[in-house]
């Protein structure tokens, strides 16, 4: 086992006055999607001893945490995000001893590892939910159950308490015959939404956390933290209930309304989230906090994200992966590069001298940033324009997490049928929107699944070049759960590691210069150029010392606009190059010409 020297954190960071610098402020995090990383026993699924069997990997790739995607007890509704037991492993993952094993080895190297904590809902497995299915029982106010419209007979088509569509299709309430009432899921069906205006609720999720904080779990990231809130009226009454104006509700083009208004930011969202960092968090350190952060401005992540709040360490925000996207996700439309920037830049903004950003262009729910905003049209402007994205969100300001793969440049999944993909979201909203509603049609959702299925990201790990990409073994007694990408012979971990230009190779020094370099650390941001069409910039600065980011985000070649150049009038000395994908001397010749070949990009010390 390689065991590694422990960064420190600069005392120049300074995250807000909190004090001392916690070890997140120049780390970088890992998500790991346990399906899909390493299956260990050939089922097809990856697990818990996979994850442990490739640490070293991770250990020099330089990564700091890893934050797990869910690996609790689940009828795998949604992948494990429909949690029926918070106090166990799926065995489809392995067991708590496996945990116990994965956390002691991932220490040894110096790596924390973060949850994944879904408490917004839970499964309609869990035993909470089926106790709560008994007016009479305890935990009969756990949830959110509501009678059925007035005048309806319950049960009956269009006898839901509102027109609230749930995420991944259909009604957001679902009728229970057990109860004679329903109950809301802002997710599927059988991920009913938790009441947390129920003290007894919070209670339970916080001895739950504190269970795992104390079994050696370093931190969570907060499922839809901010949705746990819902806006309520006085008499307790979700709006919209009970008829009234419910046939003016504005309803959009597949037929419902959104519940999402009524939860995003809510009322007491402060109020239960300082409680829970009493209740859990006070008197421990070292841990990360990180909320999914549905509806959150520039503004109050600054807010929710100030120490002096006790309340998270870091959101994740969402106003720069909607650029591309009109209405639905499912309508994506080419990227706008100043609408990119300007919103990158607004969340930079806000952290100025409070709270802390994350920051990220993939995860288990988007696609593939490479597939999205990169060039994967030849297998150079690939591996370029994987380092310029690379580079441009690992020079920001904040925590960058990497999302499994992205470090060796994978990409979507490149499915062409409905019966290729396994995600809820995905096959509901094709019947949805192809079959029900007609609001694209069968080739044209094909289309929209392609660009931006959660599948795409989903695909398995990529580790060599063998029929299942190393993920399982080939003589495995199942196929991987999800197809390999086809594209595993030239994409994977064994070509990259051994290639010193590799996608990988940039990525750890993208990591290692953000532990060693307090600029790109902490360092104040300043977007320049903000209009440009083509080139991505903006500066880092402590003091005296700046660091201007350069980045051509297209695939043609691109004048430097005006103020990047004034920057950049001394030409480029190759000793201050922080990082770049090109070698200093043809960086040195374009800049001298004004001009920035396809994918360029650099930080360059002025
Ligand atoms: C979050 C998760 C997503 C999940 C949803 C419901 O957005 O990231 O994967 O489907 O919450 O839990
Ligand atoms: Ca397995």
């Keep these: 086992m390689t065991t590694r020297q422990r960064k420190t954190v600069p005392d120049t960071i300074r995250t807000n006055g909190a004090s001392p610098n916690p070890w997140w402020a120049n780390a970088v995090v ?12 050939g089922d097809g699924f990856g697990d818990l001893k996979g994850i442990t069997s490739r640490l070293e990997y991770l250990a020099e790739l330089g990564i700091d945490a890893i934050w797990l995607s869910p690996v609790y007890r689940s009828p795998q509704d949604d992948n494990g995000y429909d949690i029926s037991d918070y106090r166990d492993i799926d065995p489809m993952f392995g067991t708590l001893a496996d945990m116990d094993a994965l956390l002691g080895k991932a220490h040894a190297l110096g790596i924390k590892i973060v949850m994944d904590l879904v408490v917004n809902h839970t499964s309609d497995e869990h035993a909470w939910f089926q106790a709560s299915r008994d007016r009479q029982s305890p935990y009969a106010d756990w949830y959110w159950w509501r009678p059925a419209r007035e005048g309806c007979e319950p049960g009956t088509p269009g006898a839901e308490p509102n027109r ?48 795992w904080l104390d079994r050696g779990v370093d931190g969570f990231r ?28 504005p309803v959009g083009e597949e037929g419902y309304s959104s519940p999402w208004p009524f939860s995003m930011d809510g009322p007491r969202l402060d109020e239960f989230l300082q409680e829970m960092r009493r209740e859990v968090f006070a008197g421990r350190e070292g841990y990360l906090t990180v909320g999914e952060g549905q509806g959150i401005s520039p503004k109050r992540n600054e807010a929710i ?39 990158m830049a607004e969340q930079q903004d806000a952290v100025r001298s409070k709270g802390w950003a994350s920051l ?73 929107r192809v079959d029900e509603a007609h609001v694209q049609d069968a080739a044209s959702m094909l289309e929209s699944l392609a660009k931006v299925s959660r599948d795409n990201s989903r695909t ?33 971990v064994d070509a990259e590691c051994a290639n010193p230009d590799s996608v990988l190779s940039f990525y750890r020094k993208l990591i290692a210069l953000r ?29 005296e010392r700046r660091v201007l980011v350069v980045v051509n985000v297209s695939s043609k070649s691109a004048s430097l606009p005006v103020e990047t150049s004034l920057l950049l009038v001394n030409g480029i000395d190759a000793e201050k190059v922080l990082i770049a994908n090109e070698d200093s001397d043809a960086l040195a010749a374009q800049v001298a010409k004004g001009k920035l070949s396809p994918w360029s990009a650099f930080a360059y010390q002025i």
């Excluded at 890992?30 to 390493?38: A, G, K, L, T, V």
């Excluded at 499922?223 to 006085?234: C, G, P």
């Excluded at 790109?520 to 600065?541: K, N, P």
């Design 360 to 432: 990220y262009l993939n995860n288990h729910d988007q696609p593939r940033s490479l597939s999205r905003w990169g060039d994967t049209s030849s297998p150079e402007l690939r591996v370029k324009s994987a380092k310029a994205l690379g580079l441009l969100l690992h020079m920001h300001k904040g925590t960058p997490y990497i999302y499994q793969g992205e470090e060796i440049g994978m990409t979507n999944a490149g499915f062409t049928r409905l019966d290729q993909y396994q995600d809820l979201e995905s096959i509901n909203a094709y019947h949805q």
């Design 222 to 249: 907060m499922d839809v933290i901010t949705l746990i809130s819902k806006r309520i009226d006085a008499k307790g009454h979700l709006p919209g209930e009970f008829g009234g104006d419910i046939e003016d509700e």
């Design 515 to 543: 532990h060693s370099d307090s600029v790109i650390a902490a360092g104040v941001f300043q977007l320049v150029d903000g209009d440009d069409e083509c080139i991505y910039a903006f500066t880092r600065s402590i003091a």
């Design 30 to 41: 890992y998500q790991i999607y346990p399906r899909s990383f390493q299956d260990s026993n």
């Design 460 to 492: 398995p790990m990529q580790w060599d070049d063998s029929q299942f990409a190393g993920f399982t073994d080939p003589g495995a007694k199942t196929k991987p759960w999800l197809a390999v990408n086809a594209n595993k012979s030239q994409i994977n």
């Design 164 to 211: 609230w569509g749930g995420t991944f299709g259909g009604s957001a309430w679902q009728y229970d015959p057990v109860r004679g009432e329903y109950y809301l899921h802002t997710f599927s069906k059988k991920q009913p939404d938790l009441n947390w205006e129920n003290p007894d609720v919070r209670h339970a999720v916080y001895d739950m956390m504190n269970w």
């Design 305 to 343: 994200t100030d120490p002096a709040n006790n309340e998270l360490d870091m959101l994740f925000l969402f106003d720069h992966m909607g650029v591309d996207q009109r209405g639905a996700k499912w309508n994506m439309v080419p990227l706008h590069l100043p609408d990119l920037k300007h919103a």
